[in-house]
């Protein structure tokens, strides 16, 4: 199959690809949206974080409909194999069709995400044959990297209360629910002392971690809340230790995989060997099908000048041993589906602070405020500081949605049904909903595969035929 450029959003999606946009990169894709909606004459507004709102007005016969709003982040995951001389920064994508009619792009990511959803949105504008409601096309950035563009949007932006998100593939497929999300920061003061005991390091290694999103409900192990239980039962064991420092974990919402533990002790070797061995045992056990390669390495290191006291050891190491982490709730409705965790994604020693990354997620905003509240108290108990940061709200699953049943009817006209799923992941949609809580939302767009890696590819088949339902869709938004 061809990538046919007189198709409008074929065209929009090479054209997209020509320009640089990845995440806090996308101010000259930003530009070349608003000098569109200046050439065809729409109302536009560009905002200090780039986003680009653009409303176009109904077709005759639809005056009177209530508006649609499509939107779709502009911002991709930069990513490159390593023989690629790529420049995200100035180069064009260099696009190409394999046999089986996938597009790709040659050694990167394809930006399919979400450069086929701001394509869409581009070509719907730029069509005067189509019939349609009023629609309202939002473009946001930096969603890659936190939701920014979106969270930065006021309810006063939007120019209606029915929402297509374009950011979400299958074809078939609509999300239905997404999680809210709060960043904690743990932040615990150190005190430090001159150290003469022998040092050792603790190596957690061999777990599967994975996206805190979409594999939490495997109930995969957690390096850092490992570590720390494995330490804490050193001391159940009789023996005292001290720690001098604590790094595990990559990324706050990714379930951590390693994590090392230097600590000093007088203790003889054998006797801290045998209490690890023994913990290690067990948790290979509770982990047999979840982690088959959880293992714990042992070695001894040089020598330490510094140690922490050990208040400071027994806070952190306690902390962790308490705090909830991982699967908290299942959904009652959803069947499979996560409704709340934790994950205490990244700890770091610094010379002065231990902190522990933590990432709450919830469909419901109950939950986020309890969980939240929970890592607070326990903190208070070791004189811990809890700081909140970036937080976005949930899209709680509703059985009543007229946009979901106008999407059920039009494949079902052509043969096909709608799967309806529901993620533990954070969207913007979860954002819109907590702007307007009574926005009627669903998602949509063409089937793709490999996101955020080089190996990304886009169905051009399915891509030109969920543009036709899209257009379908809104043309039955009466």
């Known amino acids: 199959m061809e990538f046919d450029l007189s198709k409008r959003h074929c065209y929009y999606f090479n054209e997209i690809s020509k320009i640089p946009h990845g995440s806090r990169n996308e101010k000259a894709l930003s530009d070349y949206i608003v000098s569109f909606a200046k050439e065809h004459g729409f109302a536009y507004q560009q905002d200090e974080v780039f986003n680009v709102l653009v409303d176009k007005p109904a077709s005759p016969g639809y005056e009177n409909c209530e508006p649609v709003i499509l939107q779709a982040h502009i911002d991709m995951v930069n ?234 050891t027994d806070h952190i190491i306690d902390y962790m041993y308490l705090m909830p982490n991982g699967l908290m709730h299942r959904s009652m409705k959803l069947e499979g589906l996560t409704v709340s965790s934790l994950n205490a994604g990244v700890v ?46 949930g899209w709680n699953f509703s059985a009543d949605s007229g946009l979901r049943e106008v999407l059920r009817k039009v494949l079902s006209n052509r043969g096909k049904e709608l799967v309806e799923r529901a993620t533990h992941g954070g969207l913007e949609t979860g954002i819109f909903k907590g702007l307007i809580p009574d926005m009627d939302i669903i998602t949509y767009g063409p089937i793709a595969s490999g996101e955020h890696t080089p190996d990304e590819k886009l169905d051009l088949a399915s891509f030109d035929r969920s543009y036709e339902i899209l257009c379908e869709v809104l043309a039955n938004c009466k």
């Open 348 to 393: 770091i020693t610094e010379d002065e602070r231990f902190i522990i990354e933590d990432l709450i997620r919830s469909a419901i905003t109950s939950h986020t405020d309890t969980l939240i509240c929970q890592l607070e108290v326990l903190a208070s108990v070791y004189g811990f500081e809890v700081v909140i940061g970036e937080r976005y709200s």
């Open 79 to 312: 990513e490159k194999n390593k023989d690629s001389n790529h420049d995200f920064e100035k180069d064009p994508l260099d696009l190409y069709v394999d046999e089986e009619g996938w597009l790709h792009a040659r050694g990167t990511t394809l930006g399919a995400d979400d450069g086929s959803g701001a394509a869409y949105m581009l070509a719907i504008l730029d069509d005067e044959t189509l019939k349609l409601p009023p629609v309202q096309c939002i473009f946001t950035t930096m969603e890659e990297i936190g939701l920014i563009g979106a969270s930065s949007l006021k309810a006063e932006d939007f120019h209606g209360k029915k929402l297509i998100n374009l950011d979400s593939g299958g074809e078939v497929e609509t999300t239905v629910s997404s999680a809210g999300g709060a960043r904690a920061q743990i932040i615990c003061p150190l005190e430090k002392e001159a150290n003469d005991l022998p040092a050792y390091t603790l190596y957690i290694r061999g777990l599967l971690g994975g996206h805190s999103g979409g594999l939490i409900h495997l109930e995969r192990g957690n390096s850092n809340i490992l570590a720390a239980r494995i330490l804490k039962e050193m001391s159940l064991n009789g023996i005292e230790y001290n720690l001098v420092r604590f790094n595990g974990g990559l990324k706050y919402n990714a379930i951590p995989r390693e994590a090392d533990v230097t600590f000093v002790s007088a203790a003889p070797y054998e006797a801290i060997e045998c209490s690890i061995r023994k913990s290690e045992a067990a948790v290979k056990e509770e982990l047999e099908f979840s982690d088959p390669g959880f293992r714990v390495e042992l070695a001894k290191s040089a020598d330490e000048e510094c140690r922490m006291t050990k208040k400071v």
